[in-house]
Every structure is written in structure tokens, then in C-alpha cells.
Nanobody
Framework: QVQLVESGGGLVQAGGSLRLSCAASGIIFSLYNAGWYRQAPGKQRELVAT???????NYADSVKGRFTISRDNAKNTVYLQMNSLKPEDTAVYYCNVINRDLAARNYWGQGTQVTVSS
């Protein structure tokens, strides 16, 4: 059974930092690309950042220079370091993993709330 467990969300003031973690189980994590997405109230889910199984990263323009995605294959975990947070970063953040060879093996976490106060 595949599980993705996110943690690290919370309430922070504008300009502050948070680090999200997503621990995976039930998969060979090193064979999966991983990413973080977010969904604000009344908006569609959007990509925040992705990291391939080989460590290549990609970011949404809105978070470039402020967020950093990383992974630790030994711990089966993907991270999102969020600095210089803005109120518009407020959303539920979701972890996603997708097998690098078989896209049907695509899994989501339950989401973690990030709230940035002004």
C-alpha cells in the first residue's frame, strides 16, 4: 500500500519560513519523480516545484528564488523549503510522486495547510 505523509505546514507571518516534508512508503522512492502542488480556496491546483529521480528541479515562476525542493532517497522523503513567504502562498500543499517509467503509478498525499498572515 502506497502512503505519502506530509508534515510541516502551519501558520507563519509574511517573510517567514516553513519546511514541508513528505515521507513515502510502499514504493521504491528512488524510481519516482516527486513534486509539490498547492490549491488555494476557489482556485485550481497548481504546480509549485518538481524534482526528478535524478535530482533535476523545476519551479513555478511565483516561487523561484524563494522555495527549494530537495529529496533524500535514503529516507524516502521529499522536502520543500519555503522562505520569504507571502500571503498569496496560503494554500493546501500536496505531495505527488509519479513513477519515472510508468505514469499510471501516480500518488498524492493528503495535503497540509500553509497559512501566511500579513
Amino acid at each position: 500500500q502506497v502512503q505519502l505523509v506530509e508534515s510541516g505546514g502551519g501558520l507563519v507571518q509574511a517573510g517567514g519560513s516553513l519546511r514541508l516534508s513528505c515521507a513515502a512508503s510502499g514504493i521504491i522512492f528512488s524510481l519516482y519523480n516527486a513534486g509539490w502542488y498547492r490549491q488555494a480556496p476557489g482556485k485550481q491546483r497548481e504546480l509549485v516545484a518538481t524534482i526528478t529521480s535524478g535530482g533535476n528541479t523545476n519551479y513555478a515562476d511565483s516561487v523561484k528564488g524563494r522555495f527549494t525542493i530537495s529529496r533524500d532517497n535514503a529516507k524516502n522523503t521529499v522536502y520543500l523549503q519555503m522562505n520569504s513567504l507571502k500571503p498569496e502562498d496560503t494554500a493546501v500543499y500536496y505531495c505527488n510522486v509519479i513513477n519515472r517509467d510508468l505514469a499510471a503509478r501516480n500518488y498524492w498525499g493528503q495535503g497540509t495547510q500553509v497559512t501566511v498572515s500579513s
